[in-house]
């Protein structure tokens, strides 16, 4: 198993293509750039419910990264406010769906559901973790923001995001590892 | 002692309420800074360490730039605890609390995260607040701000346990709610525990033991004092760690709050706040 921080950080451009998302493995340190899109609760269900009816989506699954997050107002002067990651089990029940159609990169945080890591490995995708919490941080990663679509759902509206240098770790990959269990059990005291 | 009755302007309500959501996003508390730097010294995963760093350098940048320390500013919950000798004049105090949340959500560039809980519409200005009144004696008037963000929020749980279940049965429950929640509500956590009282006491009890400043053990009640200090060890085995990737800090403290309860009931409450613990209080 590899051991994150033994390891430099891995620097990754998007889109990324699925022989990169095959290739990642859990504990990996990421720095990725380029397009991600904020996708959250409103707008997983709203992509599902297209998806259903065979209508089109408002990003390309194929080639994009879901963020999963919602960015606090822009003040004045600055690209974007805070951002980070919301918890990510909420959109388990649209993932398998989402990864079917093409998705291949999701970034949140928390744990998925053994439907959800199943799902990963069937579709060789990755699920990356930012940390929680540090969203003043982490907005200095933005250069750009654009509205991509359901503007009416305010903070849950897609956007496109252009980032440099966010700092990722890879938790759930296409060989089925997940670094959340495999760190926990090694700091568990019995 | 008799007090004089005293007014207090509904202005200066909105006024203070405003002034203290804005703060209590920006500025992390002084007692969750110490706690965290404390956390670091301690924590032997390097992952771990790694996290706390972050997390202390981001609200660093969130005070320096005037920013939110999280992108969730939070469901905005209120204790006001009223004077009984206070009037307050110009307005109705509820109205006076919401227009408060409403002005610094809004001019404070703080995150709408309100919406029906049906239609899933978002109410646009973070109104509705979650308001807590109390009647003390006096003529004072305090408000304390409390933004809650919903990904610890959902990891809380509360239980009607029998009274058979006792201690033992409590510190389960607790441990149990710690390590479902695993990385979800953002640890190093703090852990509100609310015992006895009725259902909707225990969680309030359980809400209001956050308030404390971190890590400061129960003022008055030994065993409770005691609990906690037992808790925060059994929790900090679990390995769930900062960020949920490992390590030996996954509770920077457990605070507890109990009251008498029915003789049929044992209520607990486990109320979970993430790592940006923020609640500022202000006396008028």
Not at chain 2, 247 to 275: F, K, R, Y
């Amino acid at each position: 198993m590899s051991a994150a921080t033994e390891n430099d950080p891995i620097a990754l451009s998007t889109p990324l293509s699925a022989e990169t998302c095959a290739s990642l493995r859990a504990g990996d340190s990421v720095l990725l750039s380029g397009a991600v899109f904020t996708a959250r609760d409103m707008a997983h269900r709203r992509m599902f419910e297209a998806l259903r009816r065979g209508l089109p989506l408002p990003v390309d699954l194929s080639v994009s990264t879901l963020f999963y997050a919602a960015p606090s107002p822009t003040p004045a002067g600055r690209v974007i406010g805070s951002i980070g990651p919301t918890t990510s089990y909420r959109m388990d029940a649209f993932t398998p769906a989402l990864l079917e159609h093409g998705l291949k990169a999701m970034i949140g945080k928390g744990n998925r559901s053994p439907e959800v890591i199943d799902a990963i490995r069937n579709a060789g995708a990755v699920y990356f973790g930012a940390i929680g919490g540090i969203a003043a941080l982490l907005s200095q990663c933005v250069t750009d923001v654009e509205l991509v679509a359901y503007e009416d759902l305010g903070p849950e509206a897609i956007r496109k995001l252009t980032v440099v240098n966010l700092p990722l770790i890879v938790i759930n990959d296409a060989q089925g590892g997940d670094l959340y269990r495999a760190e926990q059990e090694k700091w568990r005291i019995l | 002692m008799t007090n004089l009755i005293r007014d207090i302007d509904a202005a200066t309500i909105t006024k203070a309420v405003y002034e203290l959501f804005i703060e209590a996003n920006t500025c992390l508390g002084d007692d969750v800074r110490a706690s965290l730097e404390q956390a670091l010294l301690k924590e032997a995963s390097a992952i771990g360490r790694d996290v706390l760093s972050k997390i202390l350098d981001n609200a660093r940048i969130a005070r320096q730039e005037a920013l939110p320390i999280c992108q969730d500013t939070g469901l905005a919950v209120v204790f006001v605890e009223l004077g009984q000798d206070v009037r307050i004049t110009g307005g109705d105090l509820r109205a006076a609390v919401e227009e408060g949340v409403r002005r610094a959500y809004e001019a404070g560039c703080l995150r709408k995260s309100v919406c029906d809980p049906l239609s899933r519409e978002n109410t646009q200005d973070n109104t509705p607040a979650v308001i807590h009144f109390n009647i003390i004696p006096g003529n004072s008037l305090a408000i304390t701000a409390m933004p809650k963000g919903g990904g610890s929020e959902n990891m809380s749980r509360a239980a009607m346990l029998t009274p058979s279940a006792g201690i033992e049965g409590i510190k389960k429950f607790v441990l149990d709610t710690v390590s479902l929640a695993g990385a979800n509500p953002c640890p190093p956590i703090i852990v509100g525990l609310g015992i006895g009282g009725s259902l909707e006491a225990a969680c309030l009890l359980a809400k209001k033991a956050l308030l404390r400043p971190v890590g400061t053990p129960h003022p008055t009640d030994q065993r409770l004092a005691g609990l906690e200090k037992e808790l925060e060890e059994a929790i900090n085995t679990l390995g769930i760690g900062p960020g949920g990737l490992g390590g030996q800090v996954t509770a920077l403290a457990v605070h507890a709050d109990m009251m008498p309860c029915h003789i049929a009931s044992l209520p607990v409450a486990v109320n979970i706040q993430c790592h940006v613990a923020r609640h500022v209080r202000k006396i008028l």
